[in-house]
T-cell receptor, first 114, second 117 residues
Framework: DAKTTQPPSMDCAEGRAANLPCNHS???????VYWYRQIHSQGPQYIIH???NNETNEMASLIITEDRKSSTLILPHATLRDTAVYYC???????????????FGKGTKLSVKP | EAQVTQNPRYLITVTGKKLTVTCSQN?????MSWYRQDPGLGLRQIYY???????DKGDVPEGYKVSRKEKRNFPLILESPSPNQTSLYFC????????????????FGAGSRLTVL
């Protein structure tokens, strides 16, 4: 699976949109982008995923660039409870390669401030 | 309730005393994986299993063993724990790796905090 690069930390004001970037320049055509977050030391939780189209669900929006080399997770109205570490990973959707070796890395620590 | 259950949640042990951290999922998932989390190092994969009797090393497998004799269980074994294995451990599972992308969403356990003295 392709590796990702994320900024180590970001701040966001409560009520404002939080935009978390992720670079995945070596992504291949059949790899999906997944986002998870981890609040304190709890188990990470799934947020959203996408292949090439932008996606939105009740938690967030995912914007993927046309060349698919980067993406942005958007939390439209960040709250204090969104303070967490956010992980961007890429994962193959089809057979082939070392599918099981999933690299989470260090993620981005988002601090939402009042 | 669909979940991944890890036990024990907390454990303090001594160097060299074999221990097993159990992981069980009730979702009939094929794929299971173990991660450790240390300050400043993020989540690092220890071992994973694509299906019953199929396991493979992740990025930091040294000092650990796993087995996958049945689909629901994926225990992590520390044969001779050392202080550098003091960490927060997470087990995760998903339906499969290939196929529909929605089936690849990982469900994580609550974590097991292990201290080796």
């Amino acid at each position: 699976d392709a590796k990702t690069t994320q900024p180590p930390s970001m701040d966001c004001a409560e009520g404002r949109a939080a935009n978390l970037p992720c670079n995945h320049s070596t992504i291949s055509g059949n790899e999906y982008v997944y986002w998870y977050r981890q609040i304190h030391s709890q188990g990470p939780q799934y947020i959203i995923h996408g292949l090439k189209n932008n996606e939105t669900n009740e938690m967030a929006s995912l914007i993927i660039t046309e060349d698919r080399k980067s993406s942005t997770l958007i939390l439209p109205h960040a709250t204090l409870r969104d303070t967490a570490v956010y992980y961007c990973i890429v994962r193959v959707g089809g057979y082939g390669g070392s599918q099981g070796n999933l690299i989470f890395g260090k993620g981005t620590k988002l601090s939402v401030k009042p | 309730e669909a979940q991944v259950t890890q036990n024990p949640r907390y454990l303090i042990t001594v160097t060299g005393k074999k221990l097993t951290v159990t992981c069980s999922q009730n979702m009939n998932h094929e794929y299971m994986s173990w991660y450790r989390q240390d300050p400043g190092l993020g989540l690092r994969q220890i071992y994973y299993s694509m299906n019953v009797e199929v396991t493979d090393k992740g990025d930091v497998p040294e000092g650990y063993k796993v087995s996958r004799k049945e689909k629901r269980n994926f225990p992590l074994i520390l044969e001779s724990p050392s202080p550098n294995q003091t960490s927060l451990y997470f087990c995760a599972s998903s339906f499969n790796i290939w196929g529909a992308s929605g089936a690849n969403v990982l469900t994580f356990g609550a974590g097991s905090r292990l201290t080796v003295l």
